[in-house]
């Protein structure tokens, strides 16, 4: 145990029960609004913290009508982590019955979708609702291995009482979120889940390295994907005067001619055949081919004013919209983009990469960070970002849509301004 948080990767290993105890405890603690004896861990504190806001029940879990079969099939059938679920059980399913755990796979949404594992376990897990077609959220279930790593966008194992609903404390889960490495978005979460006197405290690791395969396999089909858009856009391209650009349906270049390449364009949510405007080719023409797009631009784009908004609202799936100058679209925002946007928004005058970096990591020294996460931002922003000092373009109007609960801002976030600006929103108890 350390002097500020309990240490549960020591604790656990050597003495289940003393483990237990502690985080008892320390839930205990938390409810009556008292400061424990020994704190929970940093991801565990800022879990609760947010169930207190919302007013979760510690005592129960709410526990919303499951998918039907049909419902569950769709999803399923939609979500790309069924691309990788053979993947996920070759890795995990054979251990998770060994060691008396289950796998469970939810997707973005919290929604179980796949759960598989040892035949006791799983009649222990219909106990307390952990089925295919159930909502694990944070905002349903509490601190939980599913519904915590979706918030916090890293592995999470959640122990005995760290679980916020008492119902769940006989429980250990390890959780590790898959992200889709074509945009960065968030599809789901992988866990391993027992009875507490089960727990293994290697299997978090194991969770997070099986889930990185996953997002490896993904990255795998995708390259796959683009080299068969090349194939097909490669002859079009060879015929046509001027510029033109094949990308995928997430924006990844295929093949480009008579300009410079790129790596990725951003698309709106919706592209369809005919005029688009798009960041920084300005008014283009899209074409459908197999897998993709072939996009014409028609003119040189010309700058304007025009009207950045950064939506935070929805926790978890930042996004940045566009309107007017170069064209008008919508771009889902990973987590640090989102951070440095909000502190960028805050700057008129403009800010250094040394300030940005005090900001985001608390360490000055890590400019070089920043200015490469700035520079792949400008793929997308283009001449609306401007540096030296980095800031928006003059006359560039900025509006940031925040959360109706402030102290929910960026919830993943740990960069000091960030904390700062939610501990500022959060009421006083």
Known sequence: MTQAAIDL????????GRAARLTAEAHAAALSGKAPAVPPRPEIGASWERMLRRGVDPERAVRPRPLSSTELAERRQRSHLAEVLPLLRDGLVSVAESAQHVMVVCDADGVVLWREGHQAVLRHADAIGLAPGTDWREATSGTNGLGTPLVARRPVQVFSAEHFVRTHHRWTCSGAPITDPRDGRLLGVVDVSGLLDTLHPAMLKLVESVAKLAEAELRARHLRSLERLRSVSAPLLARIGGRAVAVD???????VTGMAPVDRLPLPR????????????????AEPLPGGWLLRPAARPRPGAARLSLDLSE??????????????WTHDLSPRHAELLFLLAGEEAGTSAAALAEAVFGDPGRRVTVRAELSRMRRYLGELL?????RFREGTG????LPEDRSALLPHSLAPAVVRARAEAAPRR
């Open 270 to 285: 919706r592209l369809s055949a005919g005029p688009v405007r798009l960041s920084p080719l300005g008014l283009c023409s």
């Open 249 to 255: 349906e997430t924006g990844w270049v295929a093949a």
């Open 386 to 390: 401007e540096h030296r000092p980095y």
């Open 315 to 328: 926790p978890g799936r930042p996004s940045l919209t566009v309107a007017g100058g170069i064209g008008s």
């Open 398 to 401: 900025v509006e940031v849509v």
């Open 9 to 16: 990767g020591r604790l656990a290993g050597r003495d289940v």
